[in-house]
């Protein structure tokens, strides 16, 4: 059996522009959670990514034509910035890997995801849209440009699929109905029946003759066409136009194929995506891929997008949300969690064949991953799935529970926290020491689980377990009957034996990584 080592990694969290500055707040017992006012000023903390896209361009620059970091820049949503930056901070952690993975061919793969997507990109786009398309449907309703509505006007006879006019509705909703109102009107238009017969006239042009020459032509010509329309009806932009193409380049894989294009990677590239347990299928994919054979190395990443009024709006009502402006811990008082956004890239290659091309392996060493589904229910845990993952990957690494030395909680701060400390102790003895960090970085829907990996594996390579927020005192007291060896606010040296790590995801999917210290 193949085994393998994390030989780069770089991350972009709450606090942490790269991996160095997530190090070192590790050191300290402070929250990096931040008022929202997404909403305007409220009650919520999230995990604002510390972050700057400039920081990367004279990297980008080297390697590229200088059109490129500016395309990046204005095409990619921070996901996917994100995960570049991730990305290009991996590759610093050992000389030469850059190279290396190029060399590799398609043997070097690109498994980077998202748990949420370009949520906020996509937010933009679908408002520029709704606007541009209220716009339309009000210019096209106007009695002066439809004859349909002065004829009724005239009449006012009934009709049994006319909304009814907004003039008549409660206060409360006349802006939905206005809305109604002038999109039954628009259909109704005969003028505006004639606007997209023109139209159809100028976008029925085709290319003819030389091809790129022709092409460069007619995109000239049907431009200029359609300018003189617009200015003939003196019509608003047409709401397809309206719809930017950056909702197709920042689809759940742009992250990866972006990775890929950076890095010049030519192996299988695509998006794995298993909500909070995220980080941890990609994993297994990375491992079962290189023990198969199939790759020497995977580039690894998850990636979400900064805390915005969709999720953060989403999540409170999913009764998962902490809301009363304080930072909620895991393993206390369970009122909720907090969301954050950012991202985490690890190189995970072939043990053999990147040691004897000098390279270091960092950290700790992935031994193996199991994977569940429990089956049940959409946001509530179970007790077997869970159980499931985590015998599984025992299983494959060859470890039994009493070798088990540390383990870090999935912990949300929310009543799922017991059931999952009940879970660990149904199967673990008293000895193992436990760590629960979503209250210092919040919870990145894929990227967190990968953020408290990385933790655990930077914490092993120096000796020590990081300190958490939590506090002796604060411990829940029916969680504390279950379990009572947990890693507080003073770091704690590391114990001996294996350390596992579990991700409970949305959907009941669940991810049990178990790992062994190089030394």
């Known amino acids: 059996m193949r085994r393998v080592g994390i030989f780069g990694w770089g991350v972009v969290a709450p606090r942490s522009k790269d991996i160095e500055a997530f190090e070192r707040n590790l ?18 903390l999230v995990g604002m990514p510390d972050f700057h896209f400039s920081d990367y361009k004279p990297w980008i620059d080297e390697r590229f034509p200088a059109s490129r ?25 050992n000389p030469g890997l850059e190279q290396e993975l190029q060399a590799l061919g398609i043997q070097s793969h690109v498994y980077v995801g998202t748990g949420l997507g370009d949520l906020p990109t996509i937010y933009d786009i679908s408002l520029d849209h709704h606007r541009a398309q209220r716009r339309w449907n009000r210019f096209w309703s106007e009695p002066s440009r439809n004859a ?54 100028i976008e029925g042009m085709g290319v003819e003759g030389d091809v790129e020459s022709a092409k460069l032509a007619v995109i000239k010509e049907k431009r200029t066409r359609t300018a003189k329309l617009q200015k003939k009806w003196n019509a608003p932009e047409p709401p397809w136009n309206s719809v930017s193409a950056n909702v197709l380049w920042n ?55 900064p805390p915005h009024a969709l999720t953060v709006g989403g999540f409170y009502n999913a009764r998962v949300l902490a809301a009363d402006g304080t930072v909620s811990k895991p393993l206390t008082a369970l009122r909720g969690t907090h969301v954050s956004g950012g991202a985490v890239v690890w190189v995970v ?35 077997e799935g869970p159980t499931a993952a985590i015998r599984s990957a025992l299983a494959s690494a060859r470890c039994a529970p009493t070798e088990v030395g540390s383990w870090d909680l999935h912990a949300t701060a929310t009543p799922g926290d017991f059931l999952e400390v009940e879970t660990l102790r149904g199967m673990m003895p008293e000895s193992v020491l436990v760590t629960a960090r979503k ?33 002796e005192t604060e411990l829940n007291k029916e969680i504390g009957k279950v379990h009572g060896r947990f890693v507080y606010n003073r770091e704690t040296p590391v114990p001996e034996g294996f350390a596992g790590k579990l991700s409970m995801g949305v959907g009941g999917l669940n991810a049990c990584v178990i790992s062994r210290s190089w030394r």
């Open 349 to 383: 290659g072939d043990l053999e064949h990147f040691t004897a091309k000098g390279f270091k392996p960092l950290g700790m060493e992935p031994v193996a991953v199991g994977l569940t589904a429990d089956a049940d229910h959409i946001i509530t845990p179970s007790k």
């Open 439 to 471: 209250g210092t970085f919040g919870h990145g829907m894929s990227a967190g689980g990968g953020w408290e990996l990385t933790a655990q594996y930077l914490g092993y390579a120096r000796g020590k377990l990081f300190a958490t927020p939590l506090q």
């Open 27 to 44: 050191a300290s017992t402070e929250s990096w959670l931040s008022p929202f006012n997404g909403f305007g000023p409220d009650n919520f």
């Open 251 to 305: 689809i759940h894989n742009g992250p990866a194929a972006q990775v890929s294009m950076l890095g010049k990677l030519t192996g299988m590239t695509f998006a794995p995506v298993a909500a909070c347990s995220s980080f941890g299928y990609g994993l297994k994919l990375a491992m079962d891929a290189i023990q198969r054979g199939d790759a020497k190395a995977v580039v690894l990443g998850m990636t979400d997008p």
């Open 148 to 201: 349909a509505l002065r004829q009724w006007l005239e009449t006012r006879e009934a009709r049994p699929d006319m909304p009814p006019a907004p003039e008549t509705v409660a206060e409360a909703d006349r802006d939905m109905a206005e809305e109604a109102w002038w999109e039954y009107w628009t259909a109704q238009s005969p003028e505006l029946r004639e606007y997209l017969g023109e139209l159809r006239e």
């Open 69 to 93: 970091f500016s395309q990046l820049e204005k095409k990619m949503g921070l996901p996917t910035q994100y995960a570049l930056a991730a990305f290009i901070q991996s590759l610093r952690q």
